[in-house]
């Protein structure tokens, strides 16, 4: 199904070349004032226009690493309920983004192949049919629709003071922020791609939040964050470098947000929650392509057609705003009970 | 809410020092034979009587680092319900183990105190009560009801060709699986509890199990993983390990399936699905608690009976037996659909 | 949660003053060619362009008692995702109809008032906010979303042969079809409103739909009809009025299916499944309105702009088409399982 | 699945002749004093043995129409877990009633036959097994676990000011309460059975229970209503009588409690909510056997095994505590979201 949340139910719909692509946000209390200035800034971020490792970038700049398509394709949101005059009706949101940059003719030569690292064959073998152009549904096109409805379930959130701040901490070995777009943009030269660490950070978030035994805060946070495209892994707290620390250097160490991640028993413990996600790189970069894909495409198709600087380096870099959209709608969902 | 599925339905009952836990599996199919030796053997590996990590052990040996207690404790299952003649009638299934190692009074100075590194102050203030005998329903005593459920569901699963093979592949910097015991050993002598990595490999999975979007397979596994006691992380494929490698290594590289985790897209792709998940060291260990508890407890308690020799110095060791049990009831459920 | 089904999903968003009505559809198998013209037969159906008490009307002509609302107001559907090419993908259908007939102004007076028999005053009250245009949420035109993803689930039904038949069976206390459409008209000649009893008979079905205990088929179905605007009851088999019957003379009748509703303990029994829902009348009715509301309107509104043919005489009538689409809703969610 | 509700979850198992019935509550708030007496008397009534229809009867005495068996079997309650010294921990509620009653030869005939009426054939089409004696999960025994569970729910809304109010309001076309037990007693000796209509008044409810669209508060009561074995219909308000009465005698009628029954638009508005529910005659009745299955039957065994006095001559009496129970389990999970 394509719904996330239980009293905070979020539902997205929409191929990345279909008419739309767009949502269903139910549980919203009415009342509520929308700042849709917040929705385009989050948007911005997603789409590289806001730069995330390097905040010296000035607005409109792009980010190293990012595909100029993510630039091109359209996100003007159209709200076509839940919404009155600005403020929310406590009745379900329904909002579009039509799609724009509708290149059908650069997949056209999908639909007899399948792309390695891509869902291509599993969504074919599953359903008979697919969506090819453009990977569909398993395009990253639709992480568009989690990002307004996480950025209205973030306002919520900000209303009960609870803050979420995402960003990138390693790129490759690379862990130094400061070095993040000269590393992305040689990668990028050499055609190829690199993966990603996001930190995810909740302050504010009040004792309680969670239950014991299945839907433990962190349960709830792994699910969502492990549904976005790339993500290969999800810790909290010591997470896996924990595995080298005995129990008394654990328990005895001064930061202990650190090492509990602000959950206990599956319970938020008051202090910031500290989640971590890993982005692999994409498979969409030439140095594979050439590799894996060596003679020419049937039809006289050329390969520019297929690859060249249509797809993100770092996909870790626009992720920032999904860990972010997706934290607020979980969180939103675990507090509206 | 205690319950996880949606087609295959598993809800958990039971505080540790109650009179039982238990559980009910809803969504079995009738007409299936269940073998009880299967279901015995599980809870053996989960209480250490059957030895993880080193298999040369001898059945009712026990393995290093396991506490007493989870020997001691009771866990003949009793079957209430769904189950006639050994055959499933397609009723939902009820079960209970009566709780037999009541030792409460060593628990009795956690009615006015907190330990680090567990659940107690976050139960206390989400529910303004507690069963503080043991951690109530935050002890692991509960995952006993897990096992049960999860071994009914992987005997389901063989029938459909789905095999789950989970093991120790890591305790602290170690990683040679037969040096774990004496790593081990020397932990525990040291009054100290060291973290492990456990990792669980699936074989036999159809393709296309797990939906695009939220629903994906890694979704589930990692909520479900995440709900263990003590899991910190989890990751599939490449995982955290993989933002060292470039894209052309990644997907140009020999082996798919451990890059790939035998998923795409969310959907499981016909090859192996491997993931992993990294356990903390337990908090309660001699030397955290000689050292966060100095004093004499009130009412002349002895520290020994807070500590000694009670709780497992690596428990990662049984919660080999608690991966493979959620694996399976993640798996059954998705396939039930 | 304006959601309804669990493996066959319906989400309904949308108010009738807003910018458009409309819905998701997930869980739709791929590879199915839908027939918008059978949506829009029953979209015609709804809006009372189809006459359902008298077949002999030709198309186009009107059923008496239909407010002409109902034809002015817009009912083209534009699929938003979920299809290619006329056939479906396996992802979510979203669908919207954009609002044409805001006649907002009509509806001024409403900002200040509380009408009977409707729901103005518990939204007012749930919320602390509302779209007093038309009902917004409450009212009837919401019911489009649910004709277009019922016919969707019928088309689907067919393919398994499972065929819903649903028909008006009395107005008011007249039971003859043939004289309901000349009954209805006197009552709206009269300046009144009538109820109605809608039946319904699902042939096809196969045997072991529902489930024992809670998801009856029974309480499926009525849970659905219930939520119809205007449904006071729901009965299936002999119903309330077997309570005349004694043990005897109902189980040695000659016609078990009237008896049974072809349910046995909650499961369909492979015979007819027969049910019947009560509608009230509306009470947006002249005569209501003259005593209800008698002084004259606030800012010199005239009360023609409030009742003048705006309203249905007998709802009952174009909820024939919703209760089919309810019930193929229902059955097509049980049958996903 | 075998549960009800989403924030306040009730899931039932085990068969009529297994080892034991119960349930799990979940959702259930902690720190709240179980008064068991209550349940105590909740059982009595569903069991005949306090008298519903006419309260002059002394304790313990019995109500005509019910079956001897029903005050034979047990019903001793044994809570599992989620209690400690009386008063609620916020975790689940196990509680387990042992079977006593297991006359199974009783029921060896229908190891190879079907009775009219009943659930034999539609559960062995769809699970191919089932457990013959005494009907298995299609008992009415699995009520008196939602009795159980529905008077916990009952104490939980009380201490909120609701009320729940039940009894029969009609048996057969009896519908003078006085003469209620005289008519029951009659059918009785004529070997004979008759149905009934149970009412159910709520008071105390807040303005504001039930969503609008699908989550009615009508729909949820329908749903739990039509789950209680030998329902045929829900009502609620006017109801089928109010298809008589034209709009301008319906909403300018004194009684709009009567009309509306409490609910507006799907929401509760304040006033007393008004349900009733018809029941259906059971089939087990001598007269019915007698012409169903005349032959003697094999191995001898008498026709008496079969039938004599065993069964209610009117299950409608005993309904009434299952109808409150289900209705206490509804409203508390619609207030606990």
Redesign the interface.
């Known amino acids: ?4 949340g ?2 905070f ?1 979020f ?5 990345s070349h ?5 949502g ?1 946000l ?2 919203v209390p ?2 509520i004032r929308i700042d849709m200035d917040l929705i385009r800034e989050a948007l911005d971020k997603r789409a590289g226009r806001k730069p995330t490792p390097n905040p010296s970038l000035k607005g409109g700049e792009q980010v190293q690493g990012v595909s100029p398509r993510a630039l091109r394709e359209g996100d003007e949101v ?5 919404v ?1 005059d600005g ?1 929310t ?6 909002f ?1 983004i039509r799609n724009k940059d509708a290149r059908s003719e650069d997949y056209e030569w999908l639909k007899h192949s399948y792309r ?4 291509d ?3 074919q ?7 090819h152009r453009g990977g ?3 395009s990253a096109r ?1 992480t568009a629709s989690r990002v307004v409805a996480g950025s209205v379930a973030q306002q919520l959130l900000k209303e009960k003071g609870v803050e979420i701040q995402t960003k990138l901490v ?1 790129v ?2 690379e862990k130094n922020p400061e070095r993040f777009n000269e590393y992305i943009a040689a ?1 990028q030269r050499d ?7 996001v930190e995810c950070v909740i302050t504010g978030l009040p ?2 939040v969670g ?6 805060l ?10 976005i495209n790339g ?10 470098e ?7 250097e ?3 160490s001064e930061n ?1 947000t650190l ?3 602000g959950i ?7 202090t910031p929650v500290v989640f971590r996600c ?1 982005f ?4 969409s ?1 030439r ?2 392509f050439e ?2 894909y060596p003679h020419p495409l049937p039809e006289g198709k050329g390969e520019d057609k297929r690859i060249v600087g249509r797809h993100d380096a770092c996909i870790a870099v626009r992720a920032v705003a999904v860990v972010e959209a997706m934290a607020a709608l979980v969180l939103q969902n675990l507090l509206s ?1």
């Not at 279909?18 to 767009?22: E, N, P, V």
């Not at 692999?280 to 498979?283: D, F, N, Q, R, S």
């Open positions: 199904m394509n719904t996330l239980k009293n139910v539902t997205s719909f929409g191929e279909g008419r739309a692509i767009g269903v139910d549980g009415a009342g159209e709200w076509l309920s839940g009155l403020v009706l406590g009745t379900p949101i329904a579009i390695i690292g891509h869902a064959r599993t969504y073998e599953k359903y008979g049919i697919r969506d569909g549904r398993a639709e390693q490759g070995e990668i055609g190829d791609s690199i993966g990603g660490i004792v309680g239950e014991p035994i299945f839907d433990k962190q349960s709830h946070l792994a699910f969502a964050m492990m549904s993500c290969k892994g999800f810790e909290y707290g010591s997470g896996f924990g595995v080298n620390l005995k129990g008394s654990m328990y005895l202990q090492i509990s991640g206990a028993g599956g319970i938020s413990d008051g890993v692999k790189p994409t498979a970069n140095k594979t590799k894996a009970k």
